[in-house]
């Protein structure tokens, strides 16, 4: 993997008539790397695919391959090659036919294409689909096909518009793994986007969060999700726990309560984070809040509380059964706090 | 008891339609066996090949003109058509698109005899073509023509038909989801081939049923050849015309009715295939 970006993006703003939907967003992709852009729906990320794409026409922002700038091409220019939410197969065609077509376009002999969607369809595992008509496959065929049409033209950047929400969650989490298999070992470079926090933290090399036409953080997952950079970001990577707090005398951090002053800011953590107390104390330095269970859910692996504090409420997640009603401590170690100043909004 | 049921059942819903049915069969299917009939019934009342005979000596050049006429303007309107609709769909600046929306659906509203007489004044030597050509320097005065025979019919049949063919065209391109031609774009498809490649084979059954539809239309046509040429070689209507209004000659008339059924039934085969074709791998 080069260090030098490969797929470069600058301050790119792109609007829809009057609303704004990307703002002066800038990306950098390495050769051979795989880019998650995450975000909620209507934080500009399939604008900003299909941007790259050629099929938004950008206000202002360049958009560089390698040394060529490719703003202005045409999509079929660019050499990049997209795959559809929806798959976007031809249902006139067979699933060779399919596969080919970009090739076609390209002018290659029948020999040399029926060649390389052989390939294709070994890659994939499809071998002996050929002359099936795409009508005829489950999703988890038609996905591996538009993969396949989108990497026979081997194109320089492949582009992913959320190519597994129409799976079930079981097929979802299989191709997933494929998927970054075979990135790696075809060692293209590739955006993908995907509302899946936990999708872009399994595939990517780097995640772009994006927040309302901004990249609010872009950096390895292992940054995103232990050191996020705002409120947005520390609430989209499952610290769903807010709370105001106040510093402590011994140097930690105490529940604000309702009082404000100096230093006074919003604390997130993650339920899974936060313990229980049961006769074992707390930690040194450690968040201690105090309030009842409200409201208890099994999840499976545990249970997940509600536990209601003066002024607020905060999630935690625990082993143990408790009953609804049982007066109870939280303790949420130091080092899991995510502190930002109280006037920064979450938004997630 | 659920038998009778059943029986009552069958019969009120023969009731209900019984109404529908008998108008179809005496005002649709007995006059069309009368004509079938009659075309083949001699003075004597026996069976007799000689109005068919008499019909196909006489009028044999007109029915091959009719099938060409129809024809060629059906592959004229399967172009332009098709020009519109996948301009108005798939390209070109928004106010461009507009505009023809709203032109091109006017001739739809214009009586087929109304089309005749325009052209009739559009067309002819003196008419308005040429005074533009002459006018934009694209002919010289000496070599305008009058473009009033075949060529006036095949334009009046066309200028006729195709908003109708379109309009059914473009809803069904409109429906081919955006993605398909993105896709097809994005692996390096110009928008011709995109037409040719992804859109024209998924709308390839409407484009067909509006084909047929406009054919069996303009087998029917009396106005427009009358008013342009109805000069021998023209359309076998107003050959059906002739026959009846000046000779009083129901018998050829009729002959002339069922060749001209015929035609129309070759496209209807071609309509049915189409749609059995379709029934099928969805069944």
Redesign the interface.
């Known amino acids: 993997m080069q260090t030098s970006p490969f797929l470069r993006i600058e301050s790119l703003t792109a609007a829809y008539g009057a609303t704004r939907v990307l703002d002066r967003v800038d990306l950098d992709v390495r050769r051979g790397e795989l880019v998650a852009l995450l975000g909620s729906s209507g934080c500009g990320k399939t604008t900003l695919l299909r941007s790259i794409a050629g099929f938004v026409t950008p206000e202002s922002g360049r958009i560089h391959i390698g040394e060529r700038d490719i703003t202005a091409l045409a999509p079929e220019h660019r050499g990049t090659a997209m795959m559809f939410q929806s798959y976007a197969l031809w249902p006139h065609m067979s699933v060779a036919q399919n596969i080919g077509y970009g090739l076609r376009m390209r002018g290659w002999k029948k020999e040399a294409i029926a060649g390389r969607v052989g390939e294709m369809l070994t890659l994939l595992q499809l071998e002996g689909y050929g002359p099936r008509p795409v009508t005829q496959l489950s999703g988890g065929q038609r996905q591996r096909v538009a993969l396949g049409r989108a990497l026979a033209v081997s194109p320089e950047v492949l582009l992913l518009d959320e190519p597994m929400s129409n799976l079930d969650y079981k097929v979802r989490v299989e191709l997933r793994h494929e998927l970054r298999a075979l990135q790696q070992r075809i060692g293209i470079t590739a955006v993908y986007v995907t509302h899946d926090r936990e999708e872009a933290l399994a595939l990517a090399d780097r995640i772009a969060v994006l927040n309302a036409g901004r990249v609010e953080q872009y950096g390895t997952p292992e940054e995103l999700f232990h050191q996020p950079a705002s409120a947005f970001v520390a609430g989209f990577m499952g610290a769903d726990n807010a709370i105001d707090v106040v510093p402590a005398a011994n140097g930690g951090w105490q529940a604000a309560n309702g009082a404000s002053g100096g230093g006074s800011m919003r604390a997130y953590f993650r339920s899974e984070a936060a313990q229980l107390l049961g006769q074992s104390p707390a930690g040194p330095g450690a968040l201690v809040l105090s309030g009842t269970v409200a409201q208890m859910l099994y999840v499976g692996h545990g249970y997940r509380y509600r536990i209601r504090l003066p002024a607020s409420e905060v999630w935690v997640h625990a082993p143990e059964r408790i009953d609804q009603g049982t007066p109870a401590s939280v303790a949420v170690p130091q080092e899991a706090l995510l502190l930002f100043p109280l006037h920064e909004q979450r938004a997630a | 008891m659920r038998g009778n049921e059943a029986t009552r059942q069958q019969r009120t819903g023969l009731a209900l339609v019984s109404p529908a049915l008998g108008v179809v069969a005496l005002f649709f299917i007995l006059p069309m066996l009368m004509s079938v009939v009659l075309a083949f019934r001699g003075k004597n009342g026996g069976l007799t090949f000689e109005h068919m005979a008499k019909a196909l000596d006489l009028y044999q050049n007109d029915l091959l003109f009719t099938v060409a006429i129809t024809v060629l303007s059906t592959v004229g309107i399967a172009i332009c058509a098709i020009l519109i609709a996948s301009y108005l769909t798939l390209g070109g600046s928004e106010r461009t698109r507009t505009a023809l929306r709203w032109l091109y659906r006017w001739p739809l509203f214009i009586p087929f005899i109304v089309t005749g007489q325009v052209m009739r004044t559009f067309l002819a030597k003196n008419g308005l073509l040429n005074h533009v050509l002459i006018g934009g320097g694209l002919i010289d005065p000496g070599s305008a023509q009058s473009l009033l025979d075949w060529r006036g019919i095949v334009i009046a049949l066309v200028w006729k038909q195709v908003p109708f063919v379109t309009l059914l065209l473009a809803g069904a391109m409109a429906s081919v ?1 955006s ?2 031609i ?9 928008r011709w ?1 995109v037409l040719v ?2 859109v024209l ?2 709308v390839r059954g409407t484009l067909l049923v509006g084909l047929v539809l406009s054919f069996v239309t303009m087998l029917s046509v009396l106005s427009v050849p009358m008013m342009i040429n109805p000069n021998s070689p023209t359309l076998i209507t107003v050959d059906i015309a002739y026959r009846i209004n000046t000779h009083g000659d129901y018998a050829v008339a009729n002959a002339l009715c069922l060749l001209s059924l015929l035609l129309a039934a070759g496209g209807a085969a071609l309509y049915l295939r189409h749609a059995v074709a379709k029934a099928v791998p969805a069944a």
């Open positions: 989801d993605q398909h993105e896709a097809a774009r994005n692996l390096g498809a110009r081939q490649d992804i084979p998924q």
